[in-house]
């Protein structure tokens, strides 16, 4: 049990705790925002593909905690990331990918379950791509969009990552739906690889 905790949730002032499983990312406590296949229109690269797979219903794509934490630089927002397995033609499942508003803010992602990748690039072209396995973690440094790849098999479950971040950053996540990544994550022979996005704009 916690001692002397105001035992409220979201008590940035004082401290709390919150619990999130370690295989689903879920928790009895914390809400999480839901971005469907509907919701991602452009952002993969075979859209006929995802307008066929729309037709047999929507799917959820990926989950994410948002705290309701102070928008102050010296408070850190944290929650999980689950990123569902599947494909969009051979595209993996892929969180839309942010920069934050604040560019010069880092975040740390810390995976508790299934396989992926941390897909990063600053707008000046530099790009890393890091696996995701389990008890790894992985910093984004500041100025770095980043976008989380679920590339595991259904019975490997769903990518969870644990980030946090400074609280007051903000999400920019407008850059990223009208450019796109210059890089990503399909399967190729039964494997992950990099290839360049040919949908990609520099402007
Ligand atoms: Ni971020």
């Excluded at 919701?39 to 307008?51: C, E, H, K």
Aim: proline letters at 5%; one cysteine or more; hydrophobic letters at 30%.
């Amino acid at each position: 049990m916690d001692f002397n905790a105001s035992g409220k949730l979201f008590d940035f002032e004082r401290g709390f705790s919150a619990y999130f499983d370690k295989e689903t990312g879920l928790s009895p406590e914390v809400e999480t925002g839901k971005r469907y296949l509907s919701q991602m229109q452009g952002m993969f690269l075979d859209t006929q593909a995802q307008d066929d797979l729309l037709k047999d219903g929507d799917k959820l794509v990926y989950e994410f905690h948002s705290m309701p934490a102070p928008e102050h630089a010296g408070d850190l927002a944290f929650g999980c990331s689950i990123v569902y397995p599947g494909k969009v033609g051979q595209e993996y499942y892929m969180t839309k990918g942010h920069f934050h508003t604040i560019l010069d803010t880092g975040e740390v992602y810390y995976c508790l379950s299934g396989h992926g990748y941390m897909m990063m690039e600053s707008p000046e072209g530099d790009w890393e791509a890091i696996e995701l396995t389990p008890g790894k973690a992985c910093y984004v440094p500041k100025r770095y969009a980043h976008r989380s790849v679920c590339v595991g098999k259904p019975s490997d479950g769903p990518l969870v990552t644990f980030f946090t971040f400074r609280a007051d950053a903000g999400h920019d996540y407008g850059t990223i739906e009208t450019k796109g990544f210059r890089k990503l994550l399909i399967e190729q022979d039964g494997k992950p690889t990099i290839i360049d996005n040919p949908k990609w704009k520099d402007a």
